[in-house]
């Protein structure tokens, strides 16, 4: 649970509104939208005002904060849907669900013969691996060439300009992991 979810949950079964837990703690009205919206964790000394207001120490406050559930996310092939076309003969497939959630995303990357992905520039600090599964893909990135054939991968910095491109005779199928999650 976190700490927004556990405030909203105090607060609704005392039955008390979003402004009175404002006007008793001192914490601004948007503030704790913010942190019941999960959009901020806020501070210290404003989770020690939202407790007393609420009638609860402190660690009644934080009791089962952080203790997530772990969980594990299986996809069929059949229940995949969502798809990213990069042009009529390239797209990417995610291979799972609510990426936005995760520290990683993972994609099937599906280039027919003599197909090309967009060039691409993701945000600082992203990184690319890619695993060719079938095919041979040229991997332009920063307007240098590296071909991978089957079993073989490639790790780089995905804020340099990048593409790729099926160099062979048949559909090229590789595993992009894109890490933090860029859509």
């Keep these: 649970m976190k700490i927004g979810d556990r405030i909203r949950e ?13 006007q008793n703690s001192g914490v601004q009205l ?35 904060i952080g203790v997530e559930e772990k969980t594990i996310d299986v996809q069929s092939q059949d229940s995949r849907s969502e798809v990213f076309l990069h042009s009529d003969k390239a797209a990417y ?14 994609i099937l990357l599906k280039i027919e013969p003599q197909g090309k992905t967009q060039q691409e520039q ?3 600090g992203t990184e ?12 332009v990135i920063d307007n240098k060439s590296s071909i991978l054939s089957k079993n073989a991968t ?3 910095d995905a804020s340099l300009p990048h593409y790729f491109k099926n160099l062979g005779k048949t559909k090229a199928l590789a595993i992009c992991v894109i890490t933090p999650p860029a859509l």
């Design 93 to 106: 497939e995610m291979l799972t669900n609510k990426v936005l959630e995760k520290k990683m995303m993972p």
């Design 122 to 124: 993701n945000n600082l």
């Design 30 to 64: 948007a503030t704790l939208s913010r942190i019941e919206n999960l959009k901020m964790t806020g501070t210290l000394d404003s989770h020690i005002n939202i407790a007393k207001a609420l009638g609860v120490n402190l660690s009644e406050l934080y009791k089962d």
């Design 10 to 22: 105090l607060r609704k079964s005392r039955k008390m509104t979003l402004v009175e837990l404002s």
């Design 128 to 139: 690319k691996f890619i695993f060719c599964l079938e095919g041979k893909i040229e991997a």
């Design 154 to 156: 490639l790790y780089f």
